[in-house]
């Protein structure tokens, strides 16, 4: 059997949605259960172009997913590849698309060993110790892996191998859910003087908060350092920022990405 084919990449300027799975796996598929724990981190990214691929935000994933066709996927037509990336203002036929979702591409990443998840503190990448620091909404770099996936030969598979959480964003309520702004808004409609804990950061948490800058200040992807199962082979380095998302050098996409 031929050894399988993962390509590295990173994501830049994102915003994560998807935190139900972060940290603690879910364990069933479609109401039966799972052989493997499975964890799960969604991101979106604003649109700026008609096509993914043409998005600065995803110029690393874009090369990623054209080595990858040309390395395993050219016995399919181009066009016949499923990527895992989807345009919210498209939705599944008969579901309408969250509000969320309207101008955003969105990307689903997956894991069978917990994703490593960092937080900018200070200009550097801590490990998150008190979840209660991030939420929905908030400003993300991701690490991932691609690879044909194994039930269908003809899609691609996202791995999230790691999350950076940059800077903090507007919280983003995630399905029937409701935001901590919105809850005040309702308590103060009912003449309630909610005055909160006071200015002090949560026992174990981050004094500093969130880093301030832009999201794709010289702060670095963590290695990817866990390579147990479902984990695509680390990399030999991290890949680097140079504070720009110009197209990588040489990408000419296949036929079948619109033109650049």
Known sequence: MAQRVYKQATIFNARIVGMRNLW??????????TEKPNYLASIIVAKTRGHWSEEPAF????????????????????????????????????????????GHWFLTGSSSSPIETNIVQGGVPVKITNRAMVKPGDIVAAGVALAVNSNNHAAVKCYMNSILFMSAGEEIAVGSSITGAELMAKAKEQG?????????????????????????????????????????????????????????????????????
């Open 192 to 260: 309630l003087n909610v005055t909160g804990f006071g200015t002090g950061a949560p026992a174990g948490g981050f004094t500093g908060g969130f880093q301030t800058g832009a999201p794709n200040s010289p702060a670095t992807i963590p290695q990817f350092s866990q390579a147990g199962t479902g984990f695509a082979p680390p990399p030999a380095q991290p890949p680097a920022s140079t504070g720009g998302f110009a197209a990588p050098t040489g990408f000419t996409p296949p036929q079948g990405f619109p033109p650049r």
């Open 24 to 33: 603690e796996p879910s364990r069933e598929y479609m109401g039966k259960p």
């Open 59 to 102: 110029a690393g994933f874009a090369q990623a997913a054209q080595e990858l066709y040309q390395s395993a996927m050219t016995h399919i037509p181009f066009p016949a590849v499923m990527w895992p990336i989807k345009d919210g203002d498209s939705p599944e036929p008969g579901r309408t698309p969250a509000e969320w979702m309207r």
